[in-house]
């Protein structure tokens, strides 16, 4: 039961560097999300998705891409990385039928110096 | 898409009682009141929804009043292992949620 697999769990990148975050779901659900988690600051949505091929942005967009070339994967972006991404990035999914629970992976954690 | 309010810390004894309760005044008709558990490392982890009343399942209890401007989240016989941050979301679509700081339950031996 893999549920929701984000990886790489720790990255440590240069100011300017760019990279992509992986998320991979198996429980076959529409939607899919990404937040970031800051100390005393709970999660904030970055974007989601309602579907393969669709994207949306959340609270918290600038700075991020992402895409939903399939299904099961959702892929969160940083062009320009900056110390101020410096964070817990969570991704989440819910089969997007009705008020169903979404399901977390256990985050990524990256530091920009 | 629904402010709710909730403690910061709540400290707690192993086979205690913890009540949590959240604040959302302005929920509308259509929305679910839903806590997560968060342990440090971790994601936040789904504990139970309610539309009204009160629901049970074998982790917690959930009551909502009639006027469901609040609810309270209640853990019964906390052990240590209960210590984590738990959050209480109320919307009517999942995707439009905001996680808002939660409520850091310590439980002490």
């Known amino acids: 039961n893999a549920g929701v697999t984000q990886t790489p769990k720790f990255r440590v990148l240069k100011t300017g560097q760019s990279m992509t975050l992986l998320c991979a779901q198996d429980m076959n659900h529409e939607y899919m999300y990404w937040y970031r988690q800051d100390p005393g600051m709970g999660l904030r949505l970055i974007h989601y998705s309602v579907g393969e091929g669709t994207t949306a942005k959340g609270e918290v967009p600038d700075g991020y891409n992402v895409s939903r070339l399939k299904k099961q994967n959702f892929l969160l972006g940083l062009e320009s990385a900056a110390p101020s991404q410096t964070s817990v990035y969570f991704c989440?999914?819910?089969?997007?039928?009705?008020?169903?629970?979404?399901?977390f992976g256990d985050g990524t954690r990256l530091s920009i110096l | 898409l629904a402010k709710t309010t909730q403690p910061i810390s709540m400290d707690s004894y192993e086979g205690q009682e913890v009540n949590i309760t959240c604040s959302h005044n302005n929920i509308a008709t259509n929305d679910y009141i839903t806590w997560y558990q968060q342990f440090p490392s971790q994601g936040p982890r789904f504990i139970i929804q309610g539309y009204k009343t009160k629901v049970t399942n074998e982790v917690a209890s959930l009551f909502i009043p009639a006027d469901r401007k609040s609810s309270t989240l209640s853990l019964p016989r906390v052990s240590l292992s209960d210590t984590a941050v738990y959050y209480c979301l109320a919307g009517e679509r999942d995707y439009k949620l905001s996680f808002g700081a939660g409520t850091t339950v310590t439980v002490r031996a």
């Open positions: 989440a999914s819910s089969p997007g039928s009705g008020n169903q629970p979404q399901h």
